[in-house]
């Protein structure tokens, strides 16, 4: 019997704008459709409450109470009896790596440096240009800080990938740009070097690590770093992490940076499909 994920993901593409929406809140937020009834669900979503019925039915179930009866015991089975793993299972596999991964979460959020983290957003705000500078699995986290700082309207250089890349994002660089280094693990000295010969030059450092021992922190005026794990992949999730706690200080200190981008993108994005017309 296919459950309602197997349900949904296998008509998807042929839903209805309505029942697409649906569709992802039941997906993304089920643990809150179990609770809620056909027409709370159609309220919080500007919907009419006969649209969340058909939507059940479309997936082959008699209404939503049986949709959502399915949706319950699955968030039954995951609050309440949890899921019982054999030893050395998938599951048991599965379970130990997010338990690792939740532990050193907690340990970063409460050793966080919440004042470091501020001074490095009025630096933001001073420079000119940002220069990211990372390798190995220092690159996504870095490419995603790189992408939120652009979605608030600083100018960023990405010097990722390699030794040239590092190069030329460090090549013209002066005094109002800050460099800042993401740093997952000490593999290659690299990055820390990056970072040295960018404070030389007379930039202003900064460096987001996974632990306080990374090399780059020799080099950065300002240190945000987790708390060290000796497996890589839960210092990646980590930096991740602080990568995020960054944004979201960012985005509360300095709201109008990011709803002034927003407002020209969806500007541009209108004349844009003007013109396609």
């Given at each position: 019997m296919p459950t309602y994920e197997e349900r949904i993901r296998e008509i998807r593409s042929d839903l209805s704008p309505s029942f697409q929406i649906l569709a992802d809140f039941i997906l993304d937020s089920y643990s809150s459709a179990a609770f809620l009834t056909a027409t709370e669900l159609a309220y919080s979503l500007d919907l009419d409450?006969?649209?969340?019925?058909?939507?059940?039915?479309?997936?082959?179930?008699?209404?939503?109470?049986?949709?959502?009866r399915e949706?319950?015991?699955?968030?039954?089975?995951?609050?309440?009896?949890?899921r019982p793993a054999e030893v050395n299972s998938s599951e048991q596999a599965a379970d130990a790596a997010l338990?690792?991964?939740?532990?050193?979460?907690?340990?970063?959020?409460?050793?966080?440096?919440?004042?470091?983290?501020e001074t490095l957003v009025n630096a933001l705000d001073e420079a000119e240009r940002v220069v990211l500078i990372a390798e190995g699995l220092g690159v996504g986290p870095a490419r995603s800080l790189g992408a939120w700082l652009e979605g608030a309207g600083y100018t960023v250089q990405l010097g990722v990938g390699?030794?040239?890349e590092i190069a030329r994002a460090l090549v013209g660089g002066h005094r109002k740009d800050i460099a800042i280094a993401v740093e997952v693990e000490d593999q290659a000295p690299i990055v820390a070097r990056a970072l040295a010969e960018a404070r030389r030059a007379g930039l202003r450092t900064a460096a987001l690590v996974a632990?306080?021992?990374a090399l780059s922190t020799n080099h950065a005026d300002y240190v945000l770093s987790g708390y060290a794990s000796p497996d890589p992949g839960v210092g990646q999730v980590v930096v991740e992490a602080m990568v995020y706690a960054l944004v979201q200080l960012l985005r509360r200190n300095r709201?109008?940076?990011?709803?002034t981008i927003q407002a020209q993108v969806g500007e541009m994005r209108q004349r844009i499909a003007g013109d396609s017309q």
């Amino acid at each position: 019997m296919p459950t309602y994920e197997e349900r949904i993901r296998e008509i998807r593409s042929d839903l209805s704008p309505s029942f697409q929406i649906l569709a992802d809140f039941i997906l993304d937020s089920y643990s809150s459709a179990a609770f809620l009834t056909a027409t709370e669900l159609a309220y919080s979503l500007d919907l009419d409450p006969a649209t969340v019925v058909r939507f059940a039915q479309r997936l082959g179930y008699t209404g939503y109470p049986e949709l959502q009866r399915e949706i319950r015991q699955r968030v039954k089975e995951e609050l309440l009896t949890g899921r019982p793993a054999e030893v050395n299972s998938s599951e048991q596999a599965a379970d130990a790596a997010l338990e690792e991964v939740e532990r050193y979460l907690q340990l970063t959020r409460r050793s966080f440096p919440i004042e470091a983290a501020e001074t490095l957003v009025n630096a933001l705000d001073e420079a000119e240009r940002v220069v990211l500078i990372a390798e190995g699995l220092g690159v996504g986290p870095a490419r995603s800080l790189g992408a939120w700082l652009e979605g608030a309207g600083y100018t960023v250089q990405l010097g990722v990938g390699g030794l040239g890349e590092i190069a030329r994002a460090l090549v013209g660089g002066h005094r109002k740009d800050i460099a800042i280094a993401v740093e997952v693990e000490d593999q290659a000295p690299i990055v820390a070097r990056a970072l040295a010969e960018a404070r030389r030059a007379g930039l202003r450092t900064a460096a987001l690590v996974a632990a306080p021992s990374a090399l780059s922190t020799n080099h950065a005026d300002y240190v945000l770093s987790g708390y060290a794990s000796p497996d890589p992949g839960v210092g990646q999730v980590v930096v991740e992490a602080m990568v995020y706690a960054l944004v979201q200080l960012l985005r509360r200190n300095r709201p109008g940076r990011f709803s002034t981008i927003q407002a020209q993108v969806g500007e541009m994005r209108q004349r844009i499909a003007g013109d396609s017309q």
